[in-house]
């Protein structure tokens, strides 16, 4: 086991409640007074900024000199460690007052997520996990679902804030929609993935996300049996596919910023299914 990943949890353990607990009591923002970003549809609010800030100064406390990138402020990935904080991932849900979203707040070491956690205000849920010390949920251990048929199998995806991009997102799920159980769009890809490892969902797959709405739930996906495959990190020399699909050469090819995590029992066939459907090219 790595202790210094299991610290790291406890560090993102601590910031991600402290941070939910803040975001929990701060007034939601009115949805059309809201600011954008990339696009029309990427919104950003006063809260966003006050969480991220509040992340920022907890971690300079808790570990100085450790590089932090995040959503709303960007950030140097020029330190060993590198905290990728995403101070509400689900932000559309957030300010149309859906309950679904989330505090992110992932270690990355040597270009791979290394422990993280993920906190829901609503809720009061607690995710985190550390390389080779498990996954948990407000304590209990979590794994993935036995499910062995894709064509049984829910599948988490999500869509760019970016119409160009929607548009071969829109094609791909068209083309996977009858050749699986069902597709579900819930609007966080951390908690996406978080349900992957509870085995809500069976499988998760998105392109084009950043690195801060997933550093943190790849590991919790990673712990909890899940099959995994993240994009290169942010601004350093990227690991080696292999050291990035974790475990199995079976879900190459799906697309260089695709992310993927699946239930064993199908992940190959599922990767299979969707390099066959064009993941590639979306
Ligand atoms: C978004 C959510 C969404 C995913 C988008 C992300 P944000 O993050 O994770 O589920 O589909 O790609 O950008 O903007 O809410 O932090
Ligand atoms: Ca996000």
Known sequence: MDCTALSLRRVAERVTLEAAEY??????PDVVAVSTKSSPTDVVSAADTAVEALLRHRLAELCPGDAVVGEEDG????TDTIWLVDPIDGTVNYVHGLPWYAVSVGAVRCGVPVAGAVAEPVSGRLWSAAVGAGATCDGR??????????ALSVLGTGFSYRSQRRVGQARLVAALLPRVGDVRRTGSAALDMCSVAAGWLDAYLEHGTNWWDWAAAAVIAREAG????????????????????????????LGADAVFAAA???????????????????
């Open 75 to 78: 950030g140097a990935a020029d």
């Open 264 to 282: 064993p029992g199908i992940a190959a066939d599922l990767a299979a299914l969707a390099r066959a459907c064009g993941a590639a090219a979306v």
């Open 226 to 253: 899940a099959v995994v495959r993240v994009p290169g990190p942010p601004g350093a020399q990227p690991p080696d596919e292999e050291a990035r699909t974790y475990s199995s050469s079976d879900i190459a090819g």
């Open 141 to 150: 251990p979590l794994r993935v679902s036995a499910i062995s048929d894709v």
């Open 23 to 28: 975001l929990r009591d701060l007034p939601r």
